[in-house]
């Protein structure tokens, strides 16, 4: 099959002797998409040391692009084939249709090779899947970000009753090397003759990888991230088949939820599965496809192994135009987060998404092993009318039922869609006067949130104003007028001089008695202010530490109240320059603050930025006690608490690195999705939703849960500033 590419792109004067190299035609290639306004001219020229991606060649060695801007076929594979007509689907399985192994196989997974997830290979997916598919792994190309190799359509294997097989050609590309395309844990694919390599990526999927040459040995049974070298694309024929004319891999995906007849192999067809950013999709004969961008536009059209298209070196936007603040990176401003959003709507453990739209607020249910579908719960609180700059909307639960509701500070008052417990909510209704922009609440200056300050188990609004902070208590049904119970902690001078840019006020009970309190954190440590019911009673400095006279501050070194040792009681935890500190919570102040790891600093020795680099806290052990989640460059570090400190952070997963997912745009939660007690990744990418579940020593591989959600046109347009949207376990 390569070989017949080779051959249709050589210019004439090679036949006499001269030596060339393939020159593919730029209507082949990838361009920059209108769904990604951000794409690199490298993804649509091509790599620069990758003589096949010349430009301007010569009119002889490309195959003429037709009318319609996609490229003319390349020349059959095979001249008998043509002369004698055989263009249709069986004629050319026949011919090609030991590609791949054609001898028995024997798959040796290893011992803690990754199980299914319970129901996870059976539920239906989107629709662009089979539906006995679980959710189809975030597949990457198996060569390097800004490489162009040569791809083919799909075909079966010998043994397939699937066409579920692609074959990828580095063609004249100085770079070989066939890459894992996601994470899983490699094993060893045997027959009579020797072997080649498989990962199983979980969640029923598999990979495997043909005519590999140095295949790596040392690999089977460990795990491996995307993007892990296995060997060089070959034409070595371990199992049976035929090479080809030129070297390449020859990529397999199987599924165990395939129902296939005995001694069939459980490939699945490959039309409709993601790769990089890219959809494939069959066409009429054996190794012809049609590869699409996400706008829906064909880039390349496949005859045998067509020329070519560039990896991705899956890179956000460079110029970011972050919301800030948002130091855990979630997409929520924190000035909206005082406490957290709680998008359980059904109360089944497992948290929905949720998101303010320009049609209304849209939920898609938590089935355990994906999302469903977007369904408008509510045609109020768009993104149109009302705006995060302005008027905040936040999820929990304001009336003390257990379920949680829609809350809106609009211009003129706070408005209340109550859940149902099912995923919808009832008509809004205005439950207080005040608290908006017309009678002078800011975002910016004045945060507003929902605690339950007199212990009678409904929140009451809590707003920081100029004057101090007020309080508008809740009946069940509406909120009283609001009153200020305590002249402090306000913005204006006279009572602290507050702002949202140093200071960091939270509302969360601190002293065990079910009441909330107000937690300030000040220029000359963290006040506490108690609440007593009816009133907060005059602030006290708990600890000297944490202010900002000591350079502490919300924009560059972040600080967290949570339960750190499990007592109850929430703790300081912060990121400073050297490193994570935490003053325990001893009932009435905080103890001497102790520095519990070096890493996650933001000093020169460990360069983690606010605006790059989001840390949080979750509980990824399922011990009851967070741990420190962090979002670097090259991937997501984790660092365990043992009560008293932190373990050494370790790398997690490659995946939702912040090279790729850029603050202020593709946001990425930790929370529990799957209700197993461990916190999972959930990544609002481009085309959709990635999760990654947490398998207690690592994040598997991210696989699409949604398709909705994404910050591309073709999957809503989503963005921070203008629609919302989020995941949370409260």
Same mark, same amino acid.
């Given at each position: 099959?390569?070989?017949?590419?080779?051959?249709?792109?050589?210019?004439?004067?090679?036949?006499?002797?001269?030596?060339?190299?393939?020159?593919?035609?730029?209507?082949?290639?990838?361009?920059?998409?209108?769904?990604?306004?951000h794409?690199?001219?490298?993804?649509?020229?091509?790599?620069?040391?990758?003589?096949?991606?010349?430009?301007?060649?010569?009119?002889?060695?490309?195959?003429?692009?037709?009318?319609?801007?996609?490229?003319?076929?390349?020349p059959s594979?095979?001249?008998?084939?043509?002369?004698?007509?055989?263009?249709?689907?069986?004629?050319?399985?026949?011919?090609?249709?030991?590609?791949?192994?054609?001898?028995?196989?024997?798959?040796?997974?290893?011992?803690?090779?990754?199980?299914s997830?319970?129901?996870?290979?059976?539920?239906?997916?989107?629709?662009?899947l089979?539906?006995?598919?679980?959710?189809?792994?975030?597949f990457?190309?198996?060569?390097?970000?800004?490489?162009?190799?040569?791809?083919?359509?799909?075909?079966?294997?010998?043994?397939?009753?699937?066409?579920?097989?692609?074959?990828?050609?580095?063609?004249?590309?100085?770079?070989k090397?066939?890459?894992?395309?996601?994470?899983?844990?490699?094993?060893?694919?045997?027959?009579?003759?020797?072997?080649?390599?498989?990962?199983?990526?979980?969640?029923?999927?598999?990979?495997?990888?043909?005519?590999?040459?140095?295949?790596?040995?040392?690999?089977?049974?460990?795990?491996?991230?995307?993007g892990?070298?296995?060997?060089?694309?070959?034409?070595?024929?371990?199992?049976?088949?035929?090479?080809?004319?030129?070297?390449?891999?020859?990529?397999s995906?199987?599924?165990?939820a395939?129902?296939?007849?005995?001694g069939?192999?459980?490939?699945?067809?490959?039309?409709?599965?993601?790769?990089?950013?890219?959809?494939?999709?069959?066409?009429?004969?054996?190794?012809?496809?049609?590869?699409?961008?996400?706008?829906?536009?064909?880039?390349?059209?496949?005859?045998?192994?067509?020329?070519?298209?560039?990896?991705?070196?899956?890179?956000?936007?460079?110029?970011?135009?972050?919301?800030?603040?948002?130091?855990?990176?979630?997409?929520i401003?924190?000035?909206?987060?005082?406490?957290?959003?709680?998008?359980d709507?059904?109360?089944?453990?497992?948290?929905e998404?949720?998101?303010?739209?320009?049609?209304?607020?849209?939920?898609?249910?938590?089935?355990?092993?994906?999302f469903?579908?977007?369904?408008?719960?509510?045609?109020?609180?768009?993104?149109?009318?009302w705006?995060?700059?302005?008027?905040?909307?936040? =999820? #929990? +639960?304001?009336? *003390? @039922?257990?379920r949680?509701?829609? %809350?809106? !500070?609009?211009? $003129?008052? &706070?408005?209340?869609? /109550?859940?149902?417990?099912?995923?919808?909510?009832?008509?809004?209704?205005?439950?207080?006067?005040?608290?908006g922009?017309s009678?002078?609440?800011?975002?910016?200056?004045?945060?507003?949130?929902?605690?339950?300050?007199?212990?009678?188990?409904?929140?009451?609004?809590?707003?920081?104003?100029?004057?101090?902070?007020?309080?508008?208590?809740?009946?069940?049904?509406?909120?009283?007028?609001?009153?200020?119970?305590?002249?402090?902690?306000?913005s204006?001078?006279?009572?602290?001089?507050?702002?949202?840019?140093?200071?960091?006020?939270? =509302? #969360? +009970?601190?002293? *065990? @008695?079910?009441?909330?309190d107000? %937690?300030? !954190?000040?220029? $000359?440590? &963290?006040?506490?202010? /108690?609440?007593?019911?009816?009133?907060f009673?005059?602030?006290?400095?708990?600890?000297?530490?944490?202010?900002?006279?000591?350079?502490?501050?919300?924009?560059?070194?972040?600080?967290?109240?949570?339960?750190?040792?499990?007592?109850?009681?929430?703790?300081?935890?912060?990121?400073?320059?050297?490193?994570?500190?935490?003053?325990?919570?001893?009932?009435?102040?905080?103890?001497?603050?102790?520095?519990?790891?070096?890493?996650?600093?933001?000093?020169?020795?460990?360069?983690?930025?606010?605006?790059?680099?989001?840390?949080?806290?979750?509980?990824?052990?399922?011990? *009851?006690?967070?741990d420190?989640?962090?979002?670097?460059?090259?991937?997501?570090? &984790?660092?365990?608490?043992?009560?008293?400190?932190?373990?050494?952070?370790?790398?997690?997963?490659?995946?939702?690195?912040?090279?790729?997912w850029?603050l202020?745009?593709?946001?990425?939660?930790?929370?529990?999705?799957n209700?197993d007690?461990?916190?999972?990744?959930?990544?609002?990418?481009?085309?959709?939703?990635?999760?990654?579940?947490?398998?207690?020593?690592?994040?598997?591989a991210?696989?699409?849960?949604?398709?909705?959600?994404?910050?591309?046109?073709?999957?809503?347009?989503?963005?921070?500033?203008?629609?919302?949207?989020?995941?949370?376990?409260?």
């Amino acid at each position: 099959m390569v070989g017949a590419l080779v051959c249709a792109l050589l210019p004439a004067q090679a036949a006499q002797g001269e030596t060339t190299t393939p020159a593919p035609a730029p209507t082949t290639e990838a361009t920059a998409s209108a769904d990604d306004p951000h794409a690199s001219a490298e993804d649509a020229t091509g790599s620069a040391d990758d003589p096949a991606a010349s430009p301007t060649p010569t009119p002889s060695a490309v195959p003429t692009a037709g009318p319609d801007s996609t490229p003319a076929p390349a020349p059959s594979p095979s001249p008998t084939e043509t002369e004698a007509g055989h263009d249709d689907e069986d004629a050319e399985h026949a011919e090609h249709e030991h590609d791949g192994p054609t001898m028995p196989l024997t798959r040796e997974l290893p011992n803690g090779s990754l199980p299914s997830l319970a129901g996870e290979s059976t539920v239906a997916t989107q629709s662009r899947l089979a539906a006995s598919y679980g959710p189809q792994p975030v597949f990457r190309f198996p060569f390097a970000p800004g490489k162009r190799w040569g791809i083919s359509g799909s075909h079966a294997d010998s043994d397939g009753i699937h066409r579920g097989a692609i074959d990828f050609a580095p063609l004249s590309s100085s770079d070989k090397r066939v890459l894992a395309i996601a994470s899983g844990r490699v094993y060893r694919v045997s027959c009579a003759n020797g072997w080649f390599l498989g990962i199983d990526h979980g969640g029923g999927w598999m990979s495997e990888y043909y005519h590999l040459r140095e295949a790596k040995s040392s690999l089977i049974g460990k795990w491996v991230e995307a993007g892990t070298s296995l060997g060089l694309a070959g034409q070595t024929l371990p199992c049976g088949g035929t090479p080809g004319s030129s070297a390449h891999v020859h990529l397999s995906i199987l599924n165990t939820a395939v129902s296939v007849p005995s001694g069939k192999r459980q490939y699945i067809p490959v039309t409709g599965i993601q790769y990089d950013r890219f959809l494939y999709s069959d066409s009429s004969g054996y190794y012809n496809g049609v590869w699409r961008d996400f706008a829906g536009r064909t880039v390349l059209t496949s005859r045998g192994v067509t020329c070519c298209l560039t990896a991705s070196s899956r890179v956000g936007p460079s110029s970011p135009k972050a919301v800030l603040p948002d130091a855990n990176g979630n997409g929520i401003d924190d000035r909206t987060e005082i406490l957290p959003w709680d998008t359980d709507l059904d109360s089944d453990g497992r948290p929905e998404l949720i998101g303010f739209g320009s049609s209304g607020v849209l939920v898609s249910d938590n089935r355990g092993n994906r999302f469903a579908a977007d369904v408008r719960a509510l045609s109020s609180f768009t993104s149109g009318a009302w705006t995060v700059s302005k008027t905040p909307r936040m =999820v #929990m +639960d304001a009336n *003390g @039922d257990g379920r949680p509701d829609v %809350v809106g !500070f609009s211009s $003129s008052g &706070v408005y209340v869609a /109550l859940g149902n417990g099912s995923g919808g909510f009832g008509a809004p209704r205005k439950w207080v006067n005040g608290f908006g922009t017309s009678t002078g609440w800011s975002v910016t200056r004045h945060p507003r949130t929902l605690a339950d300050v007199n212990g009678d188990g409904r929140p009451e609004i809590v707003g920081f104003s100029a004057a101090g902070v007020a309080v508008a208590v809740n009946n069940g049904s509406s909120f009283s007028a609001g009153k200020i119970w305590l002249r402090g902690f306000g913005s204006n001078a006279s009572v602290g001089g507050w702002n949202t840019t140093q200071q960091v006020r939270y =509302v #969360m +009970d601190v002293n *065990g @008695d079910r009441r909330a309190d107000i %937690v300030g !954190f000040g220029d $000359s440590g &963290v006040h506490v202010a /108690l609440s007593t019911g009816n009133g907060f009673s005059t602030p006290t400095r708990w600890t000297t530490a944490f202010g900002t006279s000591r350079g502490w501050s919300a924009a560059s070194t972040p600080r967290y109240l949570e339960d750190m040792n499990a007592d109850g009681r929430p703790d300081i935890v912060g990121f400073g320059p050297q490193g994570v500190f935490v003053a325990l919570n001893t009932g009435s102040g905080f103890a001497t603050a102790r520095k519990w790891t070096s890493s996650f600093g933001s000093g020169s020795s460990g360069g983690w930025r606010v605006n790059r680099d989001p840390r949080t806290l979750a509980d990824i052990t399922g011990d *009851g006690r967070p741990d420190i989640v962090g979002f670097r460059v090259d991937g997501v570090y &984790v660092a365990r608490n043992t009560g008293s400190s932190f373990a050494k952070a370790v790398r997690w997963t490659t995946d939702f690195g912040s090279r790729e997912w850029t603050l202020g745009l593709m946001p990425r939660a930790v929370v529990d999705v799957n209700n197993d007690g461990r916190a999972d990744i959930v990544g609002f990418a481009r085309h959709g939703v990635h999760v990654a579940l947490n398998d207690g020593s690592r994040f598997r591989a991210a696989a699409h849960w949604s398709l909705d959600y994404g910050w591309g046109i073709s999957s809503g347009d989503w963005h921070i500033r203008t629609k919302p949207r989020g995941i949370s376990a409260g």
